[in-house]
């Protein structure tokens, strides 16, 4: 399926779907998918040149193909984001496959970012070789450094150089979080926090190279607060 963000006049129309074979009981209208076979222009990098669509011959990926990009957050936080234009949510699903394409170590990692408002004020799933403080969490940028909120997370994701599925569960009501990986029955991560109740979705990874594919998200369009 090629890029395709679907207009808010369109949603009634569209059906109530949620992501096929996981746990997670939402029925929530489906908003955005891109497989990149058509380029990537539903996406706004923080560094263009640090990403581009790579054929490998099976198909198209959105490649994020330089371990440290030349943009600097303003506060420790992901050096390589990639945000879906346009698109701001409240609850949603995010799914996606993705595979890690750096050399294996002990912080080899890929992220995925949500309730992002602006660059000193997000939330993003680090998915991490190495379980540490600073990895394989669920982190806050509030103005400050990064910092931890997972109540539950794993040692570590065993990156190999196969593609895997994330899918991310985010209800504001309640300020859940919930991360899975490949088994999209059971979190591997969770977290509860509502300092940020809308946002901007994305990819990426801290300081690594990453490959993305079949993008897809459910959820609810908000608008961004006024002043």
Known sequence: MPYHLITLACLAACGQVAPPGTAVNTHLPELFSDDFEQGADGWKP???????????????????????SQYEPPHRSPYNISLVQDLLVGDFILQTKVRSSHPDYGHRDVCLVFGY????????????????DHANQIFIVDGKPRTKI???????????DA?????????????????????????????????????????????????????????????RPEG
Do not use: C
Not at 47 to 65: E, L, N, R
């Open 46 to 68: 923080t560094d263009p040149q640090a990403w581009k669509v790579t054929d490998t011959g099976s198909g198209k990926v959105y490649d994020q193909h330089q371990k440290r």
């Open 163 to 223: 593609w895997h599925t994330v899918l991310i569960v985010r209800k504001v009501q309640d300020g859940t979080i919930q991360v899975y990986f490949d088994d999209l029955t059971k979190p591997v991560m969770v977290a509860e926090d509502r300092t940020f109740l809308w946002g901007q979705v994305g990819v990426g990874s801290f300081d690594d190279t990453s490959q993305w594919d079949d993008v897809r998200v459910w959820g609810r369009v908000v608008k």
């Open 150 to 160: 997972s109540q539950r997370t794993t040692p570590g994701t065993n990156w190999d």
């Open 117 to 132: 408002q602006d660059p000193a004020h997000f939330y993003y799933v680090h998915l991490g070789k190495q379980m540490d």
